[in-house]
């Protein structure tokens, strides 16, 4: 790399790559109880084919090639998601517990990934493909705090009983 468009090439890569994987692995969830955790996940998985077609876009307007990147801390991320959701013996409160909190980590890793590629386009005067971001980042944001607050009022409160 040798210089900001060549990072924000990698960057958007790694951006496909994230969003590719997290789809594959919400194809394999187990249905998710309760109520608010359920609907954060199907927030995540609806937001996740919009961003996903977003990325795509963007690629395919800079004559990007995604390939087939992996993006080895999303991995690691999801593989713990995975491995939390296929857990039977767990008693479903801390099932619960841990799966809000390994969400919670992939939507925050997830937003600062969105952040640092849109303000790397800002700096290259790419105004449409910021624009393109933004809502992106925003959208996520908003499911990172839903998260927050289930974590908050609910969910860590009964797994500690």
Not at 6 to 21: R, S, V
Not at 123 to 146: G, S
């Amino acid at each position: 790399m040798e210089n900001l468009n060549d990072l924000f090439e990698k960057e958007l890569k790694n951006l496909y790559a994230l969003e590719k994987q997290m789809q594959d692995t919400f194809e394999t969830l187990e249905p998710l109880k309760p109520k608010g955790l359920k609907a954060c996940v199907e927030k995540l998985k609806k937001r996740n084919t919009s961003d996903l077609n977003t990325v795509q876009e963007i690629a395919n307007n800079l004559s990007i090639n995604p390939g087939n990147t992996v993006d080895s801390v999303a991995e690691e991320m999801l593989d713990n998601i995975s491995e939390i959701s296929n857990m039977e013996a767990m008693p479903s409160k801390v099932k619960n517990a841990g799966m809000v909190a390994s969400l919670y980590r992939l939507v925050s890793y997830k937003t600062v990934n969105y952040y640092n590629v849109r303000r790397m386009a800002k700096a290259m005067n790419m105004k449409l493909e910021a624009r393109q971001l933004r809502p992106i980042k925003v959208k996520n944001a908003d499911i990172e705090y839903q998260l927050k607050v289930l974590a908050r009022k609910k969910i860590y409160k009964k797994a500690a009983k």
